[in-house]
């Protein structure tokens, strides 16, 4: 079992700064304890999945200071809405042809 923190978002006009924030706290997530992977896709609305092992490595990684830092670049600038949602995995199937 592990934990997923899904990220639904709706944007503003403003690009200024997001592509390059965002590749920026992919980075800095993989470096995180606990970190498992990442999933994105974004059409009208964004969706960002990221996995991780226990809770305890989600609340580290809500309270890193460059993540604060984006959240409220995101508040103020990036987002008009947001939901972050913290499920726990229990099974998983995949398929790949």
């Not at 923190?5 to 006009?13: G, K, P």
């Not at 890193?64 to 987002?79: C, F, I, P, V």
Request: proline residues 0%; charged residues 30%.
């Amino acid at each position: 079992m592990y934990y997923a923190v899904i990220f639904t978002s709706e944007r503003t006009a403003n690009d200024e700064g997001y592509a390059e924030m965002a590749v920026l706290m992919e980075e800095l997530a993989k470096q995180q304890d606990g970190f498992l992977g990442v999933e994105s896709a974004r059409s009208e609305i964004g969706i960002t999945v990221s996995y991780w092992k226990d809770l305890e490595s989600i609340k580290k990684w809500k309270q890193n200071m460059e993540h604060l830092t984006a959240q409220e670049k995101g508040r103020s600038d990036w987002y008009t809405s947001y939901t972050t949602r913290i499920c726990l995995v229990e099974k998983e199937y995949s398929f790949k042809k």
